[in-house]
């Protein structure tokens, strides 16, 4: 092995690291052929697979010769890898960059690389009776009998750092990280009994967030703005929400202009829901959700549920 060195691909529609590893060899005695792998965080967490790439510097044609005694130049071999990255995986990131005095970011590159290996010699000739040097013997049987070459593999470990400098001009720019957020909602528990009505509100508002993030990843934006019902059904009782935000520290009047915000935020939604007009029997024309529709919609729901869930979650008494 030589070195590793990552790049965001240039190229890749979603947040991509693009690595190139390097392995020296001899092909006298074994070709790298294959290299699979996983990329993980310092601390061990598994951010993505390694993928190679069909482009003309994975495509090698290699010849392998008998092993002999003689002193042959080592060659190179590059892999250009990908690991694409998920919006959990760049939290990740970020996370352990944070806790990094330096702000950088190590990658540790865990590879199991596939090698073909001869399985005969030349034999030396040196000796008397021995055959003129040049000669293939079969010398290693494989598990079918005498044979030619194996297929062989072996773990190799690679370490990449990002540098902080590097992470704030290459990577977060072509990663967008700050243009999108990324929320992780808590569980909310019910504190030893059943479910309150809200509880089961909230329960069936993150079931929507999945199915709004499918319909945002898959650019159906209608779809996503329907999917917010269940959403908007924790603002039906503004009543329960209340003591929620007092108990966490709110004051009276702080609680009622949230609620009253939220509600704004969410009167936007409704209006892609609502077959009449309000007060009437009239039907309404259509409204057909465009993308930054649903994106004000998912990401306003997120934030909703968000919140509630985690001053419910100290409510109850349960850690976040």
Not at 79 to 104: G, M, T, V, Y
Request: proline fraction near 7%.
């Amino acid at each position: 092995m030589v070195d590793t060195q990552v790049i965001p691909a240039p190229d890749s529609a979603d947040p991509t690291f693009r690595f190139t590893h390097t392995i020296r060899y001899q092909y006298r005695y074994q070709v790298p052929v294959r290299l699979t792998g996983q990329v993980r965080t310092s601390h061990g967490r598994i951010l993505g697979d390694l993928v190679e790439l069909a482009t003309p510097e994975n495509m090698s044609k290699q010849g392998i010769l008998p092993r002999s005694m003689q002193n042959e130049p080592l060659q190179d071999r590059p892999f250009i890898l990908d690991c694409r990255l998920s919006p959990k995986a760049i939290e990740a990131i970020i996370e352990e960059r944070e806790q990094n005095p330096k702000k950088d970011i190590q990658l540790i590159l865990q590879m199991a690389v596939q090698y073909l290996a001869p399985s005969f010699r030349l034999a030396s000739g040196d000796q008397a009776g021995q055959r003129p040097s040049g000669d293939a013997v079969l010398a290693e049987p494989t598990m079918w009998g005498p044979g030619l070459g194996e297929i062989r593999s072996e773990v190799a470990t690679a370490t990449v750092t990002i540098y902080a400098s590097q992470w704030s001009s290459e990577f977060a720019p072509a990663f967008g990280v700050g243009r999108y957020l990324v929320v992780e909602l808590p569980e909310v528990t019910s504190g030893g009994q059943g479910q309150s009505p809200t509880q089961r509100r909230i329960s069936a508002a993150s079931e929507a967030i999945v199915q709004m993030q499918g319909d945002i990843n898959a650019g159906h934006w209608s779809e996503c703005v329907e999917h917010s019902r269940a959403v908007l059904e924790l603002l039906r009782s503004p009543d329960e929400l209340k003591p929620i935000l007092l108990e966490d520290g709110l004051s009276d009047e702080a609680a009622d202009d949230m609620l009253k915000s939220m509600k704004s935020a969410f009167d936007f939604a409704s209006k892609f829901l609502k077959k009449t007009a309000r007060g009437s029997a009239q039907l309404n024309p259509a409204l057909v959700a465009k993308k930054e529709d649903a994106y004000y919609v998912y990401s306003t729901s997120v934030a909703l549920v968000n919140l509630v869930a985690r001053k419910l979650t100290r409510a109850n008494g349960s850690p976040e």
